[in-house]
Every structure is written in C-alpha cells, then in structure tokens.
C-alpha cells in the first residue's frame, strides 16, 4: 500500500502551521498556549521510564529514558531530549519509543505512536495519520489530536479524504509482508463517518465484499 504524500499535504514555511484540520476549515491552523500546558508543565523525570531514540542521517541515536505514558493515550518527553530532536515545517518531529514503536512529538513534548511503514512512521495524507492507541487505529492530525477515535483493527492512509478501515479483521503475514483478512470494511472520510464504498475506490487494498 503506497505511502505516497498528497500534493496538497506539504508542510508550510511556518513553523506553528498545523494545516488541515478535519474539523475546521482548510485555512491554517495555529496551536495556542492551552494546547501545550499538559506536556510542558511534566517535570517529573522520575516518571520517564521509557527509552527512546531518533534516526539521524540513517543511524540510531539513543536519547535515554526521555518519556512516559499519559492517560489519554499520548507520551510526554523531557525537555532534554526534546532539545537533540529535528523539527519540520510543521512543528514535528519523529522519534522511537521503546517497545511502543515510532512517533511523532511536538516541541512541547506531547507525542503520538503512529504505525510503521517500510521501517519508518507513517506519513500524514489528507493531512492525517494513523495513530495506534492500546491494539486500535485511528487517526490524528498534525496538532497530535486524535480526530477519529482508535476504535478500528485496521485502517489504511487516506486518499483524496477517503481511507479504508475494519472491524473485527486481523492481520496476516505471507512473511515478507503483512496484511488484513476478515472482518466488516468501511470506507471512512476525514471526519470519521462511513462513506459509500465507491469512495475509497481499490487503493491498496481491494475489501472482502469488492473482490470478485
């Protein structure tokens, strides 16, 4: 399933632009003081148990134990490892989480584990990704908000404002690559809501009802 990002999904030149957001329009987006108190107001270091690291011109840099779990499914990261990350256009940047997988953190250390693709996170499309919290999928925008709530087995990148989704499918693998089998296929926009299966069209990945 292609990874390739939408024409109209590059970051912009400022660095508080969090561009599309499902809920509001397509004018840009900026993140306010409120947004940012949960991680920044996290100085316990006793609490970051998790180690991480970030890829650097293709090697692994260790940034020691640098995060924690919060309640609401997110990471909050220390200050110090926040300072040796590299932050796009958008305010992102990506790092590893032990035994949770890759993510991406803001620059006031709120991050999101997003799945892995070709051993790297998952790219935004339509301005979303997919996020996985506990053993479901979702989808956050580029503010780390989950838009569409992890209540999925499966999801596949938007296209166009369109991604396929599941429910009650698992995934397999022939050993080189892993995909999903069973369950009920839904064709899903960017606000959460199923849309007629002609939408998602047979990008990637062709539901059990479309196969002939």
């Not at 790219?123 to 780390?144: D, H, P, T, Y």
């Not at 690559?177 to 990945?205: E, V």
């Amino acid at each position: 399933m292609p990874l390739a990002q939408a024409a109209d999904d590059q970051p912009s030149l400022a660095s508080n632009n969090f561009g599309d957001d499902p809920s509001g329009s397509q004018r840009p987006h900026l993140i306010r003081e409120h947004d940012l108190r949960l991680a920044s107001q996290e100085r316990d270091s006793d609490t970051l148990s998790l180690s991480c690291v970030t890829l650097r011109e293709g090697t692994f840099e260790p940034l020691g134990d640098c995060a924690r779990p919060a309640a609401d499914g997110s990471y909050v990261v220390s200050a110090e490892a926040l300072r040796q990350l590299d932050f796009d256009g958008w305010g992102l940047a990506t790092m590893a989480i032990r035994e949770r997988g890759y993510a991406y953190v803001r620059r006031d250390g709120r991050a999101l584990v997003v799945t892995t693709f070709d051993n790297f996170p998952d790219e935004f499309n339509s301005g979303l990704v997919r996020v996985k919290i506990g053993e479901k999928l979702g989808f956050a925008n580029r503010r780390l908000r989950v838009v569409i709530p992890a209540t999925y087995d499966g999801a596949f990148t938007f296209d166009k404002g369109r991604a396929w989704v599941c429910i009650g499918c698992v995934t397999v693998s022939d050993g080189e690559h892993s995909f999903y089998k069973g369950g009920t296929a839904l064709c899903i926009d960017r606000r959460g809501r199923t849309r007629p299966a002609a939408g998602c069209g047979t990008r990637g990945w062709l539901p059990p009802q479309l196969r002939e």
